[in-house]
């Protein structure tokens, strides 16, 4: 038997993370899918948080976002069909409108008022369906500072990691990972942070492998969603990371790269030329951002995150724990959203 004193300390870890799904999970805008994963007229259903939601599109293309779970017997509605604006579980064809009322019956009994589905708020945005985790979304839609009529940009699935998201994107202000991981040398590291409720801002200045020198505007987004806003090579470039929070915990993570489009006059062999030019741009990004992930893949898959030693360069990852612990977190639809049978058996699943 090992007694330890005062002088053991350090055998003890430091601050421990709560985890996601303890008192709720954080208020984000989560990417739940890609947007062209749901065609008009179908149901689709996805994992988000400690459970599941459905998406669809009615005829005219508009995308909801709703609770999984028939409000009769908890029939999974992504074997739901649309009709015209509503859904129709397959089981007692029960149906629900766009805002999750249960509006009509196959057999003509009045729907029970409490017979409604939680219709999460969602937008699409880069070729992502993006779900709030609350009733009303406190803070806005991740963008690029360029509406995205103006850009050239390509979407995809990058990793999962068995981590939180909000420990996954701690390492863009873990700046001493840039450094010793990713090969970063910053000209002076960043020591102004604009900090919010709900975002942290700032500039640094940095020569980066495959990109070169440049001075990147970097933003997070509520705990899950960074992104990068630099000039490259001669052109604006753009970089975000969003990640959705799954149960396990586990992070599915998107990348998207992109580029503000040119004007190559009225030439149509000029216009070709830009256009290829501007996608060459934009994969030689989406292959940087891979790059990094590729890099930081097998510490994901492997670390034991708590608050332990910091050190006096760690001043950026001091205010993101400080601003992480303060980060409100919601239960909403927690109930309506799970699956009971694999909430009692989850590593049967």
């Known amino acids: ?153 390509y979407t995809c699935r990058s990793i999962e990691a068995p981590m939180d998201p909000f420990m996954l994107y701690s390492n863009t202000m873990d700046l001493q990972h840039l450094i010793s991981l990713h090969g970063a040398k910053f000209d002076t590291m960043p020591t102004e942070f604009d900090v919010g409720p709900r ?7 940095m020569t980066v492998p495959m990109l070169g020198r440049t001075t990147q505007q970097v933003k997070l987004h509520g705990t899950n969603c960074i992104t990068l806003c630099s000039q490259v090579r001669g052109r604006p470039s753009f970089l975000m990371s969003a990640g ?28 070709s030329i830009e256009r290829l030019k501007a996608w060459a741009h934009v994969r030689m990004l989406d292959a940087f951002g891979k790059k990094l992930n590729a890099d930081d893949d097998p ?15 760690d001043l950026a990852l001091r205010i993101y724990f400080d601003y992480i612990a303060k980060y409100p977190r919601s239960r909403v639809a927690e109930d309506l959203i799970r699956n009971d049978y694999l909430a009692a058996a989850p590593a049967a699943h």
């Open 1 to 153: 038997m090992n007694d330890t004193t005062a002088s053991d300390a350090w055998l003890s870890r430091g601050v421990a993370f709560t985890p996601q799904g303890v008192d709720g999970y954080h208020e984000c805008w989560y990417p739940l899918c890609l947007s062209s994963e749901v065609k008009p007229g179908t149901v689709r259903g996805f994992r988000f948080l400690n459970g599941k939601l459905v998406v669809f599109r009615n005829a005219a293309g508009e995308v909801s976002v709703m609770s999984a779970y028939c409000r009769h017997l908890g029939v999974d509605l992504s074997l739901a069909k649309v009709t015209g604006d509503n859904i129709r579980c397959p089981y007692h064809h029960w149906e629900y409108d766009r805002g999750g009322q249960c509006v009509k019956t196959a057999i003509g009994d009045t729907p029970p008022k409490r017979a409604r589905l939680f219709r999460f708020p969602s937008a699409e945005n880069l070729g992502v369906v993006w779900v709030y985790n609350g009733e009303k979304p406190a803070y806005d839609l991740p963008r690029f500072p360029v509406d995205e009529s103006e850009l050239v940009y």
């Open 199 to 205: 975002n942290i801002s700032y500039t640094q200045d």
């Open 244 to 271: 959705l929070c799954l149960q396990g915990p586990r992070t599915r993570t998107f990348n998207i790269s992109a580029t503000l489009k040119r004007d190559a006059g009225d030439g149509a062999l000029s216009r």
């Open 299 to 313: 510490i994901f898959r492997t670390i034991s995150p708590r608050i332990d030693s910091l050190s006096g360069s």
